[in-house]
């Protein structure tokens, strides 16, 4: 910890979501003190560090790192820089949470999965509409069988960010970077499938679309994009004590009007339960004619911006990090773990394939 007041402490490397989300929800939680903040563009590490009470701001990221009262690094990089990172951090013994996707495929985040054993740290990826209440909610529906056995499970997330052309390239537009809808989003529409039915996919086929193909740099260059602004998936889900001969369609779309959706629902043999985006849950029973809501909270957010869901979630997350940590644990209830990490991105690597052979693949 920092000093005798146990405040753990906490470094940033990338000021783009962090400086959003993260860094407020921290400040929001309690318990922490942002103690260094990174950026390649030294100009956004000193307004984050400016704006957040940061003594330390700097362009090296392992200067973040082992800075002497930092605990806790927070990775919100592109995909392409996770694994240095992590396995640096690792071995300086800090405690981590990464952003999705864990790495650029199942290679890498296998090494990440054995660095973060060996250093025995806190180690998270952030899936964070986890702690939703509602979704909480919505899980223990599931498995007290409010809706009998599931049979099919439709994921729907549109938000329209990336159809303006006008929007510049940068590393969401390249493949090589990690960017791209798949994993953006599909890492968290993965993980919410694995985390609410506890089974294993059994066969996917993908579908990846670049609709706007070409952008122009801040300098003004016209680039391809080749990452995909869209992804349609369809799954075959292993039986288990909640699915029964399932499947499973997921469409994710990050250029379609006209408003944000992020929905999943669950079709069972007695009924249906959806979840909307900040976490409302609603049920129809079989045989009703429309949804009825179903009571929850919906969590406190951050001032200022929109809650789609993910800044709402990551206030409920991040006071569970710290307590786990002055309390000298390893491990948050709820949350993702490297290995969960994993499965998620074999998954990805998996539907890449697919898309690349045009047909249903398996694990």
């Known amino acids: 910890m920092t000093a005798d007041d146990q405040m753990v402490g906490i470094a940033f490397i990338g ?54 009262h930092v605990d806790l690094v927070c990775i919100t990089t592109p995909p392409i820089q996770h694994t240095e990172q992590v396995l640096y951090t690792a071995s300086r013994g800090k405690h981590i949470l990464c952003e999705k996707p864990m790495a650029m495929n199942a290679g890498e985040a296998e090494r990440m999965c054995q660095a973060v054993r060996d250093a025995n740290i806190l180690a998270l990826i952030d899936h964070e509409l986890r702690f939703q209440t509602g979704r909480q909610r919505a899980k223990a529906m599931l498995r007290a069988g409010d809706i009998g056995k599931v049979r099919h499970v439709k994921y ?5 960010m990336r159809g303006d052309a006008s929007v510049p390239w940068n590393w969401w537009s390249d493949e090589n970077s990690g960017g791209g809808t798949l994993g953006a989003i599909g890492s968290h529409a993965i993980d919410s499938l694995f985390w609410f039915l506890d089974t294993d996919i059994s066969s996917l086929s993908c579908q990846l ?14 680039r391809a994009v080749t990452t995909d602004d869209e992804s349609l998936l369809t799954f075959r889900f292993a039986d288990s004590e909640l699915t029964d ?9 990050m250029i379609e009007y006209p408003d944000y959706e992020h929905t999943i629902e669950f079709v069972g043999t007695d009924g249906s339960i959806r979840v909307l985006y900040r ?21 406190e957010s951050i001032p200022g911006i929109f809650d789609s869901g993910f800044p709402s979630a990551f206030v409920a997350f991040a006071p569970k990090m710290i307590e786990a940590l002055r309390k000298g644990g390893t491990t948050v209830e709820n949350a993702a773990t490297f290995d969960d990490g994993l499965r998620v991105q074999r998954i990805l690597d998996l539907a890449r394939g697919s898309d690349r052979a045009g047909c249903a693949v398996r694990p």
Do not use: Y
């Open 15 to 68: 000021t783009g979501f962090a400086r959003r989300v993260q860094m407020p929800a921290f400040q929001m939680a309690g318990g922490c003190r942002i103690v260094s903040i990174a950026s390649a563009a030294i100009e956004n590490a000193e307004a984050a560090a400016k704006e957040f009470g940061s003594d330390h701001f700097t362009d090296d990221w392992r200067e973040a790192v082992d800075h002497p």
């Open 245 to 253: 001969d399932a499947t499973g369609t997921m469409s994710l779309s």
């Open 156 to 160: 729907s997330f549109r938000n329209a």
């Open 209 to 222: 679309q670049t609709h706007v193909k070409n952008r122009s740099d801040k300098s003004g260059v016209i």
């Open 279 to 299: 976490g409302e849950v609603q049920i129809a029973r079989a045989g009703d004619g429309s949804w009825t809501d179903v009571d929850v909270t919906i969590g």
